[in-house]
């Protein structure tokens, strides 16, 4: 789907979107392919603050550069698109994982990091400490859940293609706070998949 294709969809699924900077062309597909795209993976930022955390995913930081992600979720349910094509989200993860988001079936247990990530997922990061006590706003919820259905309904996906990033690399704890297969349970009520 193209960047304009991406805006719309977010837009007509009723979610409120801020464009920062040069979004539509802002990524690292210089690094690597960006596509075939299979899903759409969630994160939690492990940071505070809409203005701050928004320049991160955007710019990145030492060792880790920008975009970190195409889209930031914040507490209050706005979507910020911060870039558009491959970025530095996803990392290496299971390539089991991989083929059972494609054949869009329950996960196996994530345990290896075999796999680019970054070239197969859509990555949104939500902003939120990860530490089990920062909240969730419903606002919040509703815009992510709202946020992986229309990128799921562009290309036809069901709630199965949408993961956390726990369940594609090990060792990762994101996103913290609520589960993936509620999320995946709300989403798929919304797309009318489950």
């Excluded at 870039?83 to 059972?100: C, F, I, K, P, Q």
């Amino acid at each position: 789907m193209s960047a304009d294709r991406f805006l719309s969809a977010l837009k007509k699924e009723g979610l409120k979107v801020v464009e920062v900077g040069s979004w539509r062309t802002h990524n690292r597909n210089h690094k690597g392919p960006w596509g075939p795209v299979h899903g759409v993976m969630l994160h939690h930022t492990v940071t505070s603050g809409t203005a701050a955390s928004v320049r991160i995913c955007r710019d990145g930081y030492t060792g880790l550069p920008g975009p970190l992600c195409h889209g930031v979720i914040d507490k209050a349910g706005t979507v910020h698109l911060v870039g558009y094509g491959r970025a530095n989200h996803a990392g290496l993860g299971d390539d089991d994982v991989l083929r059972a988001v494609i054949a869009e079936r329950t996960l196996p247990q994530d345990n290896e990091a075999n796999t680019d990530g970054n070239a197969r997922f859509y990555g949104f990061e939500c902003i939120n400490l990860g530490d089990g006590h920062d909240p969730w706003p419903a606002a919040q919820l509703e815009a992510i859940e709202k946020a992986a259905a229309a990128v799921c309904r562009v290309h036809g996906w069901n709630h199965m293609s949408v993961i956390g990033h726990l369940e594609w690399q090990p060792g990762k704890i994101d996103p913290r706070g609520f589960t993936m297969w509620g999320m995946r349970a709300r989403i798929g009520d919304r797309l009318g998949t489950r």
